[in-house]
């Protein structure tokens, strides 16, 4: 395999950076056990993204099913030379849980506290351990921003909060949230392409 | 880059999750229309892509694979031709969104949201459809623009039998199925000046196989080999 997974130089700390972009070629040429080797890499990492976001688990694992069935459909469109084969992955899987958590109900977090205890579950990309390239240029470019605002950031991106759900966990005017969120996105933008 | 501040940051809203439903679809229909939308938000779904990396796992509930496998099982193309359907499946998926988008900007709507988007809303220009014969097997791709009274179908992974010619109708209720012409192995249009729009839009689009040349009697010899029904493209 001359396809390298991840960017350029990406250490990828588990050794499966490589294998997943394998194994999403096999996959884009329909191969079945690439695909069931795809899935238990990978499952339980997608479904700790979409999880977080949907807290009813039935919807959350109907979520994933629907992720997989697109990562098999669309395997031929990732493109390794722009991003891993995990983040491709992810960002699948976390539009799909954004489309899923919107439909239903726009502030599902409020709504529904069963599940997932989110004080007592917070991520901190920061204390990570194991880093890509990619990883770690944006840690980099988070930590530049007020603790405030990186904790919006985190919290809209992990958790698929909207801009009023953020608003009130935070007792901030939507307004504010808003013109925050751009000026850090802004900010991040410009910190990495530095 | 040519998209203005405004929508860069809709573009960043959009990939970070922060959009409520109306903007979200609404930026969906929109970045099917708007390549450099599209781009942006490819762009910041990168930027931010590495997050998931640190997103501790969690196992999912049982094992779902089974059920995965056999999705895509009923939902693998048998056919080769491989890469016109991936591409048409692609494009399929997109127009999938904007029927959602539609439905989600409608329900909005209806409970009486944006009135600009009600107007524009109000009456689609440009519909689409993708005949197939069940969600793995597409095989036309019907576009139809009312202004110009005008369909246009393109082939994309369907090759009639030997002897055989596709041919396209147009089925309505009261109509019965009226022929659009033999589909050959390019693109082409058909005029829809003789139907009302109200039909046109409401329409079941279908392909038959009739003998080489099209139905002798301007009637289906058989049934529908590929159907669909037409969704408009939200601007």
């Known amino acids: ?194 | 880059m040519t998209i203005s501040p405004d929508d860069d940051f809709a573009a960043a809203e959009y990939a970070l999750g922060t959009l409520d439903a109306s903007e979200r679809a609404t930026l969906a229909a929109r970045r099917l229309r708007e390549p450099e939308l599209d781009e942006a938000i490819r762009g910041w779904e990168a930027r931010l892509a590495p997050l998931a990396e640190a997103a501790p796992e969690i196992e999912p509930p049982g094992d779902l694979l089974p059920a995965i496998e056999a999705r895509i099982r009923g939902a693998s193309p048998e056919a080769p031709g491989s890469a016109a359907v991936v591409a048409l499946e692609r494009s399929i998926r997109r127009w999938r969104a904007a029927a959602i988008a539609a439905s989600i900007v409608a329900g909005v709507l209806a409970i009486g949201f944006i009135a600009r988007e009600a107007t524009r809303q109000s009456a689609p220009r440009e519909y689409v459809a993708i005949l197939q014969k069940d969600a793995a097997s597409p095989a036309f791709e019907v576009t139809v623009n009312l202004d110009k009274q005008e369909l246009t179908v393109r082939p994309v992974a369907a090759r009639a039998p030997p002897g055989k010619s596709y041919e396209l109708w147009i089925i309505d209720a009261k109509l019965g199925a009226r022929s659009l012409g033999v589909v050959g192995e390019t693109s082409r249009a058909a005029s829809l000046s003789a139907y009302d729009p109200v039909v046109v839009a409401d329409a079941t689009y279908a392909v038959t196989v009739e003998p080489r040349g099209g139905s002798p009697d301007g009637k289906p010899s058989g049934p529908p080999v590929f159907v669909g029904k037409l969704i408009p493209v939200v601007p």
């Open chain 1, 1 to 194: 395999m001359t396809i390298r997974g991840g960017a350029p130089g990406e250490p990828a700390p588990t050794g499966a950076g490589d294998d997943l972009t394998g194994l999403l070629i096999r996959i884009a040429a329909r191969d079945a056990a690439a695909f069931a080797a795809l899935y238990k890499l990978t499952s339980a990492k997608l479904y700790g993204v979409v999880a977080r976001i949907l807290t009813r688990g039935d919807v959350a694992a109907d979520v994933l099913q629907e992720a997989y069935v697109r990562i098999w459909e669309k395997a031929g469109d990732f493109d390794p030379l722009k991003g891993s084969a995990l983040a491709w992955m992810a960002t699948i899987a976390r539009n799909r849980a954004l489309d899923e958590v919107r439909r239903v109900r726009p502030a599902s977090l409020e709504d529904q506290p069963e599940g997932f205890e989110p004080a007592a579950e917070e991520i901190d990309p920061l204390a990570a351990r194991e880093r890509s390239e990619g990883l770690a240029r944006l840690i980099d470019c988070l930590k530049a921003l007020d603790d405030e605002k990186r904790a919006i950031i985190l919290l809209a991106y992990y958790r698929g909060l909207s801009r009023e759900a953020l608003a009130k966990r935070f007792g901030r005017p939507v307004a504010t949230i808003k013109t925050w969120l751009h000026r850090s996105l802004a900010q991040l933008r410009d910190c990495l392409a530095s």
